[in-house]
């Protein structure tokens, strides 16, 4: 069956640095979602990204998704306090039907933030 | 408060006993998921519906797992003869179907079973 692995497991920074959290499917995805998850909550929506290639920003965020739509990254610019939480990402295997299939989570990058 | 939320937020059973939880969706969306997360964890797909078809079950998941969606509204997820193995949160979401998936958690209901 499709798996969504992500590295790294863990990552800890200093408030300031940068963060990146990377995902890889081992089907190819008719798109990818990502989500943070806050210590004690449930996953949040943050993004979907279609397109070969794509690449989008929300703010201090970056996401892009691979030319052959079977990985993905994430990048925080100047992390803060409030970015702290795990991030996953989640992709629509082609083979499952694309977005009318299940939706796979990878494992998550938990992300601390040393103020 | 217009999300999605779930019933009850915490349970504690002993081993071999019925567990059953609810599910009410956004009014407006269509699919309704359900997933279990452990810690340290993803969300792992249990099964989803559209309206009050059942569409996909994991093969995961045992017989003694069943939900159900009678008017494609609220959804029940029940667990017979509960393990220790099941201790996981549950997860609830939903969705409108394709161009707007994305999907929107509940609060979750934690099972821890003795």
């Known amino acids: 069956g499709q798996q969504v692995m992500q590295i790294p497991q863990y990552q800890h920074v200093q408030e300031g640095e940068d963060f990146t959290t990377y995902c890889n499917s081992s089907?190819?995805?008719?798109?990818i979602q990502w989500y943070k998850q806050r210590p004690g909550g449930h996953p949040v929506f943050l993004i979907q990204?279609?397109?070969?290639?794509e690449v989008k920003k929300q703010k201090r965020l970056t996401f892009q998704f691979g030319e052959a739509k079977k990985n993905s990254s994430l990048h925080i610019t100047a992390t803060q306090t409030t970015d702290v939480g795990t991030y996953f990402c989640a992709g629509h295997s082609i083979l499952g039907g694309g977005s009318g299939s299940r939706l796979t989570f990878g494992e998550g990058t938990q992300l601390t933030v040393n103020p | 408060d217009t999300g999605v939320s779930q019933d009850p937020r915490h349970k504690i059973t002993k081993r071999g006993q019925n567990v059953t939880f609810r599910c009410d969706p956004i009014s407006e969306h269509n699919r309704l998921y359900w997933y279990r997360q452990t810690l340290g964890q993803g969300p792992e797909f249990l099964t989803y519906?559209?309206?009050?078809?059942?569409?996909?079950k994991s093969r995961l998941l045992s017989d003694r797992f069943s939900a159900e969606r009678p008017k494609g509204s609220f959804s029940t997820l029940e667990i017979q003869r509960t393990e220790q193995g099941d201790s996981a949160m549950y997860l609830c979401a939903s969705s409108f179907t394709f161009l707007k998936n994305e999907q929107y958690f509940g609060p979750g209901t934690r099972l821890t079973v003795t």
């Open positions: 990204l279609v397109k070969s290639g």
């Open positions: 519906f559209q309206n009050e078809a059942q569409l996909e």
């Open positions: 089907t190819t995805l008719s798109n």
